[in-house]
Every structure is written in structure tokens, then in C-alpha cells.
């Protein structure tokens, strides 16, 4: 008594269709015939080979950052002082809008970036062009929330290898965040009277 072998047959990549999805009708198509990430967001591009450049980037940075601190003999600091920290936050968020979002800065997006539209006082509107990496980091350099981890970062590790010159240049960004409200409010007022 031999029984039929339930065996699914492989698929060929000619059997899925070209924006590497798959058939819901074909019923014999197994899991692992299907591309890793093929149905991960149908209909639209996600350049997810790219994300994963750049977050082994940031990952390679992190590692190696902590590497280096670990090799010099420097320890990480038992805690940050509230006003290293409340100056970091708002270093961090002036600095990821600038990079993201200011006029000035467009050149540097500009290799990764589609100019849309002006936006607020002094940004510009802009969208990820490309393909792959190139999309992925102009995803990264045109949101400033994404952005901001990275800033974060390179502020956190310059708080313990150079302190002084890291408060330094977070005193300016956060001056500049408080400049930029007083400019908004300043417009606000304008308009009420």
C-alpha cells in the first residue's frame, strides 16, 4: 500500500509575479518558495535592503563607539546631569531640523531628495527620490524624527569623550530652538494686532 507523497512542487521565479509577490490562488506554493520580504508592503516601495544598511551602520557605529570607550579605559558616566540632558533635547531637536528640514541644508539632500514645496519659516517640503540605499537615506535625511536617534547619539558620545566642546555646540543648537520660538510667537503677536 504506497501512498501518494504530498510533495509541493518547487516554483520557478517565473511563477510570481514581477513586484515579487505572490499568488493567493496558488494553493501549493510553499512558505519558503516565497521571497523574504515579498508582501511586506504591496503597492509600494520600501527599499528595505537600504534600511538595513543603515541601521547595520548605526549598529557598527554603536558597537564600535562602545568598543573604543571600553579600549581607552573611559567608563561610561553613572548618570547625566538634568542639565546636560535638557540641553541635549533640544540640541537634538534643533539640530534634526536643520538637517531635515532647513532651505540652506537642501544642498546636502539634494543627491536624495525631490524638492516639493516651502513649509514653515525657512524649511522646505521635500521627498526621497531613488532606489535602494539612495531612497532609504533620503528617507533618513528629510525626517526629523528618524534623524533625531542619530543626533542623539553623536551628542550622548560627545558628552563623554568632549564634554566641553559638546555643550558648546549644544548651547547654539538650543539657543537656536529658543530663537526660533520667540521668532514664532513674535509673528503670532504681529498678526493679533
Known amino acids: 500500500m504506497g501512498t501518494a507523497s504530498a510533495r509541493v512542487p518547487r516554483r520557478s521565479r517565473m511563477d510570481y509575479p514581477p513586484d515579487g509577490g505572490y499568488r493567493r490562488d496558488m494553493a501549493t506554493t510553499q512558505v ?40 581607552s579605559g573611559r567608563e561610561l ?17 534643533k539640530a534634526s531640523r536643520l538637517i ?6 537642501s544642498a546636502a539632500r539634494a543627491p536624495f531628495t525631490h524638492f516639493e514645496d516651502d513649509a514653515g519659516p525657512g524649511e522646505v517640503s521635500e521627498e526621497a527620490r531613488g532606489h535602494g540605499l539612495r531612497r532609504a537615506i533620503g528617507e533618513l535625511i528629510v525626517c526629523p524624527y528618524c534623524l533625531g536617534v542619530w543626533v542623539a547619539a553623536a551628542f550622548a558620545a560627545g558628552f563623554i569623550v568632549a564634554p566641553r ?28 494686532l
Open 32 to 71: 519558503q518558495d516565497v521571497e523574504p520580504f515579498a508582501g511586506h508592503s504591496p503597492g509600494q516601495e520600501r527599499p528595505l535592503g537600504g534600511y538595513a544598511v543603515l541601521t547595520g551602520a548605526f549598529a557598527a557605529a554603536a558597537v564600535g563607539f562602545a568598543a573604543w570607550l571600553r579600549s
Open 77 to 93: 558616566p553613572e548618570r547625566m546631569p538634568a542639565t546636560d540632558f535638557a540641553l541635549m533635547t533640544a540640541a537634538t531637536h
Open 100 to 105: 531635515a528640514k532647513d532651505r540652506v541644508t
Open 165 to 192: 566642546p559638546t555643550r558648546w555646540v549644544a548651547t547654539t543648537f538650543s539657543a537656536l530652538l529658543g530663537a526660533d520660538l520667540m521668532q514664532i510667537a513674535y509673528a503670532k503677536a504681529e498678526e493679533a
